[in-house]
């Protein structure tokens, strides 16, 4: 079984197989990451270069620690302080960069799309930590191993993913690999937060949470994307907390035993009530963030398996 490409820019492009491939590999770091000991040298030698032109806590932390558990040289680009804030285009800045030999190129942008353009311009091997509304592949292969490690397996579950859809590379990402694994997963949220032709996907629509609940294996919450929005998406938070925030009534629409998910970073009391969100017994969104060490871990190295093989075995 092969992984046959050179970057990880979505999950749209990946075969079933080779998200499991991820995933399989995954579960070892999970083990490593528990033990006392951290290192693998599965990119040793290698240089890895995080470039984030927005914010971001967790997914920059779990890169940069991903990249120096397996042994690569790990830089973070401070995109504040580059020259782009001089005016410098994104091209400029990665054919710069690529002049610096990296291997692995780790980016995240504000614009949908900017990754893919960038991956055409350098030699190395690029992920996507995320690219305006677009795909945040890794964010979907942890939160797939985490329902993986929740329920045992990861197909013919029902999945809720709840909120703020239109504005969420994370609900794109993930209604992508939970349709491939062959799931059955429902949008629940105002038509106002529901992109345009979403049902396209095989997705079901709701606006109606206790509807959209019912029976669910897992529950996924996003956050409101307040700095995507430009004008009245929603009422009023209260509005939305009532309407749309999961707390315990609601949640007693899903499964007894369904599993509570926030990719972070939460508006506790806007899309989730604290107390749901800090439930050892429902939540798994501190797993979540476990996992996401390892599911990176498991991204460059098999990304690094492919740099080093000529490109007749990549495709083989
Ligand atoms: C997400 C993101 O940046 O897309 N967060 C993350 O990566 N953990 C979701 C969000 O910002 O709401």
Redesign the pocket.
């Known amino acids: 079984m092969r992984f046959s490409h050179k970057h990880l820019l979505g999950i749209e492009p990946l075969a079933p197989h080779e998200i499991s491939m991820i995933l399989d590999l995954a579960e070892r770091y999970v083990d490593l990451n528990r033990g006392r000991a951290k290192h693998g040298d599965a990119l040793a030698g290698l240089t890895q270069i995080n470039m984030f032109f927005?914010n971001?806590?967790?997914?920059q932390a779990s890169f940069e620690l991903a990249g120096m558990r397996l042994g690569a040289d790990v830089m973070n680009m401070s995109m504040q302080a580059s020259s782009i804030k001089k005016g410098e285009t994104l091209i400029d800045t990665a054919l710069t960069l690529n002049a610096m030999h990296p291997d692995l190129l780790v980016v995240?942008h504000p614009h949908s799309g900017a990754v893919d353009l960038l991956a055409q311009k350098v030699n190395c091997a690029v992920l996507n930590?995320?690219d305006g509304r677009h795909e945040?592949p890794t964010?979907a292969l942890l939160d797939a191993l985490t329902i993986r490690r929740a329920k045992g397996r990861l197909h013919r579950l029902s999945v809720a993913i709840c909120g703020d859809i239109a504005h969420?590379?994370?609900a794109r990402s993930n209604i992508l690999l939970l349709g491939k694994m062959e799931n059955r997963v429902k949008l629940i949220g105002p038509p106002t937060l529901m992109p345009a032709g979403i049902a396209e996907f095989g997705v079901e629509v709701y606006q109606d949470m206790a509807e959209g609940l019912q029976d669910v294996d897992v529950v996924m919450m996003?956050?409101l994307?307040k700095e995507r929005m430009d004008g009245g998406f929603i009422p009023s938070e209260r509005e939305y907390y009532h309407r749309f925030g999961l707390d315990a009534q609601k949640l007693a629409h899903a499964k007894p035993d369904a599993i509570v998910m926030h990719?972070?970073?939460m508006n506790r009391g806007v899309e989730i009530d604290g107390t749901i969100a800090d439930d050892i017994n429902r939540s798994v969104i501190q797993e979540q963030v476990e996992m996401?060490v390892a599911v990176r871990m498991a991204a460059m190295d098999i990304l690094a398996r492919n740099l080093r093989a000529t490109p007749q075995e990549v495709l083989a």
């Open positions: 927005e971001s806590t967790r997914t995240r930590a995320g945040h964010q969420s590379r994370v996003l956050r994307q990719p972070g970073p996401g």
